[in-house]
């Protein structure tokens, strides 16, 4: 079955300053895909960014690049020049292709920008 | 509207009510998916509809929990005899179609089972 696993739960960046949330995954199918949600503080679940097992090029949207790294498991999310806004609880997420559809996500973790 | 919505966006019931949770996803996404989110966790699968066929049901917890989808756009979320541990977030996310297909959730349901 497969897992996510987030290891930091929480993290702390100055505003402006780039920070990196990781993400690791366990499973055993080649097709998959990986996505990355943020949560604030009013509680919706928000898209960031998607990554597809077989795409070769790490995606990257707006001020989110997610760093995929196939061999050693990982799908960490990079955001550069933190804003304040982005203060909130970050969640990995797994789905396979070719199977239920559904998204297994990780504990979370809690970012804080500080001022 | 443009996203998911769910309602009622709160709930309180009394132990053994039955509650009927609803969703209305994103128009024309085919896909729509029940999760449930405990305080400080993620979002765990609860089940997933293709149009108005339930194609998963693996994560209902017990025979009290049920979906339906029967014109393959609303979902109802029904619990009966509700239990104290219903207590929860009750997500609704709905996507185009393809397995990798971004999901997007609506605002959830705040159940609480006193």
């Known amino acids: 079955a497969q897992k996510i696993t987030q290891t930091q739960p929480g993290m702390f960046v100055q505003e402006k300053e780039a920070v990196t949330l990781d993400c690791t995954y366990d499973t055993s199918d080649q097709s998959y895909g990986l996505f990355w949600y943020k949560q604030p503080s009013s509680g919706e679940m928000i898209f960031l960014i998607y990554q597809g097992s077989y795409d070769e090029q790490n995606a990257t949207e707006g001020r989110y690049s997610l760093n995929f790294q196939k061999a050693r498991k990982s799908a960490n999310l990079v955001i550069s020049a933190s804003q304040l806004g982005d203060s909130a609880m970050y969640f990995c997420a797994m789905s396979l292709e070719g199977g239920s559809e559904k998204l297994v996500f990780g504990k979370g973790t809690k970012l804080t920008v500080n001022p | 509207g443009a996203g998911v919505s769910q309602s009622p966006r709160y709930k309180v019931t009394k132990r053994g009510q039955d509650v009927a949770l609803r969703c209305d996803p994103i128009?024309?996404?085919?896909?729509l998916y029940w999760y449930r989110q405990a305080l400080g966790q993620g979002p765990e699968f609860l089940t997933y509809?293709?149009?108005?066929?339930?194609?998963?049901k693996s994560g209902l917890p017990n025979d009290r929990f049920s979906a339906e989808r029967p014109e393959g756009s609303i979902s109802t979320l029904t619990i009966q005899r509700t239990e104290q541990r219903d207590s929860a977030m009750y997500r609704c996310?709905?996507?185009?179609?393809?397995?990798?297909?971004?999901?997007?959730f609506g605002p959830g349901t705040r159940l609480t089972v006193l």
């Open positions: 128009s024309g996404h085919v896909s």
């Open positions: 996310a709905s996507s185009l179609a393809a397995i990798t297909d971004t999901q997007y």
């Open positions: 509809f293709n149009y108005e066929a339930q194609q998963d």
